[in-house]
C-alpha cells in the first residue's frame, strides 16, 4: 500500500531536549516537505527537500533541521524544542519535477507537545 | 504575494442538502489548485485539482469545484450532504516561482464542514 508513515504520532516531551520525527515514503516519490498545522493558520511549510541531499527552508524553518540521505527517509528535528514548537506535525511526498501538478500524499501526523 | 482565503472557519449543512465550501486564491500565472480533506486524527487526502481545461472539476466522494478566473475561486460543492462527509477541507494553490510553477503548496486556513442528521 502506497503511504507515508510518520512516528511517533504523539509525544509530550520538555523544553531543550532533542527530538527527532521520522517520515517515510514507500512511492519512490523525490519531493517531501515537512508542514505544521496551527489553528488559525492552516498548514505552513517548514522545509522541504527536492532529492536526496537536496532541502531548502519554507516559511517556517527557525528551529528545525532536516536531512535526506536516502530517497524514503526524511526526518525533522528538533534540536533545542520549545514551548512554541508545540503543535501537529505533516510529511508529505509527491511525484518529482518542478511544477509537478500531481497531489502531495500526507502521513496521518505527529502531535507534539514541549512543556 | 501568493495566498489561499478560507473565509468561512464552518459550513452547516443538513444531510441531504447540497453544500458550497468557499475558496479564493491569489497567485500569480495559472493557478495549480487543490482541495484536500481532514478527518480526525489523520493526514490530509487529495480530493480534486484544477490544472486546466474544464473549469468544473469532479473528484473523491462526489465532491465537485468549479475554477472562476474572473473572481479567483475555486469553491467546493456536493449536490447532496452526507454525515461523513464532516470534516475539516483545506484549498490549497502550487505555489509559483519566476520558472514558473513550484512543488510548494499554499494552503488556506481550513472550513470545518458539519452535516447534521
Known amino acids: 500500500e502506497a503511504q507515508v508513515t510518520q512516528n511517533p504520532r504523539y509525544l509530550i516531551t520538555v523544553t531543550g531536549k532533542k527530538l527527532t520525527v521520522t517520515c517515510s515514503q514507500n512511492m519512490n516519490h523525490e519531493y517531501m516537505s515537512w508542514y505544521r498545522q496551527d489553528p488559525g493558520l492552516g498548514l505552513r511549510q517548514i522545509y522541504y527537500s527536492m532529492n536526496v541531499e537536496a532541502t531548502d527552508k519554507g516559511d517556517v524553518p527557525e528551529g528545525y533541521k532536516v536531512s535526506r540521505k536516502e530517497k524514503r527517509n526524511f526526518p525533522l528535528i528538533l534540536e533545542s524544542p520549545s514551548p512554541n514548537q508545540t503543535s501537529l506535525y505533516f510529511c508529505a511526498s509527491s511525484l518529482p519535477g518542478t511544477g509537478s501538478n500531481q497531489p502531495q500524499h500526507f502521513g496521518d501526523g505527529t502531535r507534539l507537545s514541549i512543556l | 504575494a501568493q495566498s489561499v482565503a478560507q473565509p468561512e472557519d464552518q459550513v452547516n449543512v443538513a444531510e441531504g442538502n447540497p453544500l458550497t465550501v468557499k475558496c479564493t486564491y491569489s497567485v500569480s500565472g495559472n493557478p495549480y489548485l487543490f482541495w484536500y480533506v481532514q478527518y480526525p486524527n489523520r493526514g490530509l487526502q487529495f480530493l480534486l485539482k484544477y490544472i486546466t481545461g474544464d473549469n468544473l472539476v469532479k473528484g473523491s466522494y462526489g465532491f465537485e469545484a468549479e475554477f472562476n478566473k474572473s473572481q479567483t475561486s475555486f469553491h467546493l460543492k456536493k449536490p447532496s450532504a452526507l454525515v461523513s462527509d464532516s470534516a475539516l477541507y483545506f484549498c490549497?494553490?502550487?505555489?509559483?516561482?519566476?520558472?514558473?510553477?513550484?512543488?510548494?503548496?499554499?494552503f488556506g486556513t481550513g472550513t470545518l464542514l458539519a452535516v447534521q442528521p
Open positions: 490549497a494553490v502550487r505555489g509559483t516561482t519566476y520558472g514558473g510553477a513550484t512543488n510548494k503548496l499554499i
